[in-house]
């Protein structure tokens, strides 16, 4: 059964959905506003890395 797993805690790259939410819907009123706006627009929002138990210090 899937209750006598183990729990692992594994390490993960977490994706700010909230700012990912707000950026692209700016971005949305950005181009609505002005149609030349360039198409190839950018933004990099920092994810974050939560360490958990599947991983360790190699030093």
């Known amino acids: 059964p ?3 797993l ?3 805690r594994l390490t993960t790259v977490l994706q ?3 700012n990912i939410g707000r950026e692209s ?3 949305l009123f950005e181009k ?3 149609k030349d706006i360039h198409t190839g627009l950018q933004r990099i929002i920092q994810p974050e890395l939560k360490i958990r138990s599947t991983c360790k210090s190699v030093l």
């Open 16 to 18: 700010p959905k909230d």
């Open 32 to 34: 609505l506003e002005n």
């Open 2 to 4: 899937y209750a006598s």
């Open 25 to 27: 819907v700016r971005i």
């Open 6 to 8: 183990p729990k692992i």
